[in-house]
């Protein structure tokens, strides 16, 4: 089972960056897919989810409109766009597959918003 991030890198306040997740090894279809973002001295938060085939979307609040979480799965691979980036989101970003107790991590990837 793989993981891989990409997509991360320096941008500053108001910029965008698309976040990619490749997925191998498994049932990518059934999986909910995710990305978490940690901050250095934060805990490790969610900042967006899509089920399977794409029916539901679910946002943190600090990142509703601004970015959207979308999945391919012919491609297997899931990706964030994140828009109107903010200090603030400076963070390690990672991918989570998920299926009942099944759960699978990327290594994450750095978004760093700076001017």
């Known amino acids: 089972v793989q993981l891989v991030e990409s997509g991360g890198g320096l941008v500053q306040p108001g910029g965008s960056l698309r976040l990619s997740c490749a997925a191998s090894?498994?049932?990518?279809?059934?999986?909910?897919m995710s990305w978490y973002r940690q901050a250095p001295g934060k805990e490790r938060e969610l900042v967006a989810s899509?089920?399977?085939?794409?029916?539901?979307?679910n946002y943190a609040d600090s990142v509703k409109g601004r970015f959207t979480i979308s999945r391919d799965d012919v491609k297997n691979a899931v990706y964030l766009q994140m828009n109107s980036l903010k200090p603030e989101d400076t963070a390690v970003y990672y991918c989570?597959?998920?299926?009942?107790?099944?759960?699978?991590w990327g290594q994450g990837t750095q978004v760093t918003v700076s001017s």
């Open positions: 989570k597959a998920r299926l009942m107790a099944y759960e699978y």
């Open positions: 090894g498994f049932t990518f279809s059934s999986y909910v």
């Open positions: 899509i089920t399977s085939a794409g029916r539901m979307t």
